[in-house]
């Protein structure tokens, strides 16, 4: 009796560590496809647009510093100011600057949509709704559950290790998914502040650089999906379980398998942002 209680905690602890996994698939899928406005029911949503609402203000009185600036260092003399082409050049600068602080939320939330109008794409040509779950297969299930208590204890120390292993590989995989969505609020939030630099040329790199960084924050979403898709591919096929094998060695080559698989995604999800980095230059 104790025997088979035992093997039934093996086994249920390796079925709850997978559900686990397959819990957090299922919430990538969901959080790359959701929009900031529904992310957790649009309560960080609002707090952003407030503070973007309220920078804006401080983008605006930045707008006019950054110009001045520019139209000191870019001017020998006041003659160039007053020269019609150069007047008009300044003007068109000044007036696109305030456009885009005034509309920036709407023109980062347009590129946003662009870059998940590619990730729909991305699924819809692959065919895959969702990642493929990992289940246990029912010969290591037959084969725990015919361990006598002695036999069972190298499956206690396997089990352990290998639910604690896909749990920490669980949380590092979706704390990258939150991590990109904190970084697009974070970005949205402070918007009219770097936006601001464009109004002079000497300070538009700052600016540049982080329409760029927001750019790749955007493609992160399309990286993940696309190595979520190749990790199905990839791990189509379950592992290999050989029946003839004893239980310990079989429940240990298939968990071993198992994370090694986990890992080739983890490690595509968490180097999301270097792979974007490198295509974009940054």
């Not at 406005?37 to 920078?55: D, P, S, Y």
């Not at 520019?70 to 305030?98: D, I, N």
């Not at 946003?112 to 709704?129: E, H, P």
């Not at 036999?151 to 089990?159: D, F």
Request: hydrophobic share 60%.
């Amino acid at each position: 009796m104790v025997g088979i209680d035992s093997n039934n905690w093996i086994v249920q602890n390796l079925n709850n560590a997978l559900n686990v996994w397959n819990g957090k698939l299922v919430e990538i899928w969901q959080l790359i496809a959701a929009s900031p406005q529904e992310f957790k029911g649009g309560a960080i949503w609002r707090v952003v647009v407030n503070i973007h609402g309220a920078l804006q203000a401080i983008g605006l009185a930045l707008l006019v510093l950054f110009f001045l600036v520019g139209v000191v260092k870019t001017c020998g003399s006041l003659t160039e100011v007053k020269k019609p082409e150069h007047a008009l050049k300044l003007f068109v600068r000044f007036a696109l600057v305030k456009g885009v602080i005034t509309y920036g939320m709407d023109l980062m939330l347009a590129l946003l949509t662009i870059v998940q109008g590619m990730v729909s794409t991305i699924m819809r040509t692959a065919g895959f709704g969702a990642a493929d779950s990992a289940v246990l297969p029912a010969e290591i299930v037959t084969a725990v559950e015919e361990c006598s208590f002695f036999e069972s204890i190298p499956l206690w120390a396997i089990t352990l290790l290998g639910g604690l292993i896909i749990w920490v590989l669980s949380f590092v995989m979706i704390l990258s998914v939150y991590g990109r969505f904190f970084k697009l609020f974070m970005y949205m939030a402070i918007a009219p502040i770097p936006l601001a630099t464009f109004a002079g040329e000497p300070s538009q790199n700052i600016g540049k650089s982080f329409a760029k960084g927001y750019a790749a924050v955007c493609l992160e979403g399309a990286i993940i999906v696309l190595a979520c898709v190749i990790f199905s591919a990839f791990a189509a096929a379950p592992p290999v379980v050989n029946t003839e094998a004893a239980a310990a060695a079989m429940l240990w080559s298939y968990i071993g398998e198992l994370i090694f698989n986990m890992l080739i995604l983890v490690g595509c999800v968490k180097m999301a942002d270097r792979v974007v980095h490198e295509m974009l230059g940054l």
